[in-house]
């Protein structure tokens, strides 16, 4: 996840944390990417154009500002509000005390999971496309229910093509061809595909050796 830090929040704060949660995190300063005196509407902006952002800012006053409170709307980006009494802290409180709560930020900015039915917005600027077997082992009575209602959510070259360029696609095997996944794509991302069903292999041997070691 990638935090920002508002001017109203020390940047020696922002680069200590950053030290503290990278590589799986960053936390970046108002500073180090816009002028010190940038309005808040004009980098609520810009941040819009950006990855995803949370912020953190202990300026309150940006919820009762119909243009920054647009702003923010528009970017869309999860924000956190500190009480005002903050900004009256020394840097050495400000910083022990938002380490303190800095595992609370983490778990409260959390992911984002969507549940949808639409192939293509799903599929559109993904990182990766998933896909599993219809029919498993012991359900083949099933096979003619199962096909009427998964037929619409195949993985095929048309879905792929709305993903990002480069992005993976995965099936734990077996596949049905023409089934969960076309012909051509299951052959383009075999690669990919048997190195995943492989990594199951070495797991089912692990617990194995467990089980007979222990």
């Given at each position: 996840?990638?935090?920002?830090?508002?001017?109203?929040?020390?940047?020696?704060?922002?680069?200590?944390?950053?030290?503290?949660?990278?590589?799986?995190?960053?936390?970046?300063?108002?500073?180090?990417?816009?002028?010190?005196?940038?309005?808040?509407?004009?980098?609520?902006?810009?941040?819009?154009k950006q990855d995803e952002?949370?912020?953190?800012?202990?300026?309150?006053?940006?919820?009762?500002?119909?243009?920054?409170?647009?702003?923010?709307?528009?970017?869309?980006?999860?924000?956190?509000?500190?009480?005002?009494?903050?900004?009256?802290?020394?840097?050495?409180?400000?910083?022990?005390?938002?380490?303190?709560?800095?595992?609370?930020?983490?778990?409260?900015?959390?992911?984002?999971?969507?549940?949808?039915?639409?192939?293509?917005?799903?599929?559109?600027?993904?990182?990766?496309?998933?896909?599993?077997?219809?029919?498993?082992?012991?359900?083949?009575?099933?096979?003619?229910?199962?096909?009427?209602?998964?037929?619409?959510?195949?993985?095929?070259?048309?879905?792929?093509?709305?993903?990002?360029?480069?992005?993976?696609?995965?099936?734990?095997?077996?596949?049905?061809?023409?089934?969960?996944?076309?012909?051509?794509?299951?052959?383009?991302?075999?690669?990919?595909?048997?190195?995943?069903?492989?990594?199951?292999?070495?797991?089912?041997?692990?617990?194995?050796?467990?089980?007979?070691?222990?």
């Amino acid at each position: 996840m990638n935090f920002f830090l508002d001017n109203n929040l020390s940047h020696r704060v922002a680069r200590a944390l950053h030290c503290l949660v990278e590589p799986r995190h960053s936390v970046t300063h108002l500073k180090e990417l816009f002028p010190p005196d940038t309005p808040d509407v004009d980098w609520m902006t810009a941040l819009a154009k950006q990855d995803e952002w949370i912020i953190l800012s202990a300026d309150t006053a940006i919820s009762r500002n119909p243009h920054e409170v647009e702003a923010w709307k528009r970017a869309g980006h999860p924000i956190f509000f500190l009480k005002y009494a903050w900004v009256q802290q020394i840097f050495w409180e400000q910083a022990s005390r938002l380490c303190h709560l800095f595992p609370e930020i983490l778990k409260r900015a959390g992911g984002k999971i969507i549940c949808t039915e639409d192939l293509q917005a799903a599929a559109s600027g993904a990182d990766m496309l998933y896909t599993d077997v219809w029919i498993s082992m012991g359900k083949e009575a099933e096979t003619a229910e199962r096909i009427k209602v998964l037929g619409g959510y195949q993985i095929n070259q048309k879905l792929v093509q709305l993903a990002k360029p480069g992005a993976l696609v995965m099936h734990c095997l077996p596949a049905y061809r023409s089934k969960e996944i076309d012909a051509a794509t299951l052959e383009a991302h075999a690669d990919t595909i048997f190195t995943e069903a492989e990594n199951r292999l070495h797991t089912q041997k692990a617990i194995l050796n467990w089980c007979v070691t222990s």
